[in-house]
């Protein structure tokens, strides 16, 4: 891995440490939601939301479409699979070196 992608790695894996971010994603793994859902579904005020939405958009983890005065959001499924990847890697990686 290179340097800008261990980066972007490990930029993403901080963003998903945060218990709200992650009670976010695992919201709306489900299916697209609207901004007013996450924060009625996490009973916390908008603002505080908006906030970790933002963190969250900024790390390429979730993608949002505005219809009207609505803000819907979503997984970034593609980015999702990269981390995976990279995760999946890590374990190979310790499973052929516990072998030596």
Known sequence: M???????????LKA????????????IASGEKCVCDIFK???LPQNLISHHL???RKNELIINRKEGKWVHYSLNRKNF?????SLEKIIKTKEIISKC
Do not use: M
């Not at 290179?2 to 993403?12: D, I, R």
């Not at 699979?81 to 990847?85: A, G, P, S």
């Open 2 to 12: 290179n340097n800008k992608k261990q980066k972007t790695f490990l930029e993403q």
């Open 16 to 27: 998903l440490s945060d218990n709200t971010r992650l009670d976010i994603v695992l919201f």
């Open 41 to 43: 579904h996490l009973k």
């Open 54 to 56: 933002a963190v969250l």
């Open 81 to 85: 699979e990269k981390i995976q990847k």
